[in-house]
């Protein structure tokens, strides 16, 4: 091996070794967010988007186009209600959307190529077009589906959470105490989860001026989820029609616990369907083998 190309896989393999630590110290990084009570609390995003981001502003004449103003809205409500908001912007995720085919789908191309060159008769070399457009097609999705599922799984802790706080809120608010201070007490004996994170932040709206209807509305209107709309509808509407507090928190108690309940029924009786598929590819073949291995290999054996 000559001396050029000793050094040519150094310089190769130097390369290699910053992109490696470049990516671990990124993906090091802790990222936060600020809420409402001026404490920072933990969002994890995935390692790509971190790396990606320093480049959006690349992409901003482009999405400021009218066409992405779409987009850029729906992308901003599902941030701010999937916890995001001050990590990443509706614009940033849209650019992100971009930048993550252009650059892991290159980086998948010349994978992909890689392993065709390597293995001529391989699938890689045969089916070259069809994986790249997959990748491509996969990554453009990415954002997105990671969005979704962030935004789920809040939803999904605040539908689990909301009956045991409107308990505990009917509780304090029928002992004597009045609903805000009933939420403040809440706020600081609980952990901190995505439903408390909301309720500190709708009683900062109040203490700052607003009125107890409006920050209902924009907890409503901010987090989107069902149960929780339900609850601060019904709560605007105990306000504009004068009726007790605790008796609206008690009847939307029950029937979210009620819901809970049903929503639990669904589930065991989906959980026998559920069961069919591996008990098919799994128990059943295996039972067949240890029932019938031995019958057909005194069958075989017999034969010959």
């Not at 912007?89 to 650059?103: D, N, Q």
């Not at 990671?146 to 009956?163: F, Q, T, Y």
């Not at 004597?176 to 007490?185: H, Y």
Request: charged share 20%; proline share 5%; hydrophobic share 50%.
């Amino acid at each position: 091996m000559s001396t050029l190309s000793i050094a040519i896989m150094a310089v190769w393999a130097l390369f290699a070794a910053g992109i490696v630590w470049y990516v671990a110290d990124v993906a090091k990084d802790v990222t936060y967010v600020t809420l409402a009570d001026g404490r920072r609390q933990e969002r994890s995003i995935p390692v790509v988007f971190k790396l990606l981001l320093p480049f959006v502003g690349n992409l901003d004449r482009i999405v400021s186009r009218p066409f992405f103003r779409k987009q850029i809205e729906t992308a901003d409500w599902m941030l701010v209600a999937g916890g995001y908001e001050g990590l990443l912007s509706g614009r940033e995720f849209v650019a992100l959307k971009m930048l993550c085919p252009l650059v892991q789908g290159v980086a998948w191309a010349l994978l992909i190529a890689l392993f065709g060159a390597i293995m001529p008769d391989s699938p890689f070399a045969s089916g070259f077009v069809p994986l790249v457009l997959f990748g491509f097609v996969l990554f453009y999705l990415q954002p997105m589906l990671w969005l979704r599922s962030s935004l789920k799984k809040r939803h999904l802790s605040i539908m689990k959470s909301l009956p045991f706080v409107l308990d505990i809120l009917t509780l304090s608010v029928e002992a004597g105490m009045d609903f805000i201070s009933a939420l403040q007490r809440n706020c600081q004996s609980r952990k901190l989860d995505p439903l408390n994170e909301e309720l500190l932040r709708m009683t900062k709206e109040i203490q700052i001026g607003l009125s107890r209807k409006e920050a209902l509305r924009n907890m409503a209107d901010r987090v989107r989820q069902s149960d929780l709309k339900s609850v601060a509808f019904a709560l605007i509407q105990a306000d504009e029609l004068g009726v007790s507090i605790g008796a609206i928190l008690r009847i939307q108690s029950e029937q979210l616990r009620s819901r809970r309940f049903d929503r639990a029924e669904k589930l065991a009786h989906e959980a026998p369907t559920k069961m069919l598929g591996p008990l098919m590819l799994c128990i059943f073949p295996a039972v067949f083998i240890i029932l019938l291995g031995p019958v057909l290999s005194q069958a075989m054996k017999g034969m010959l």
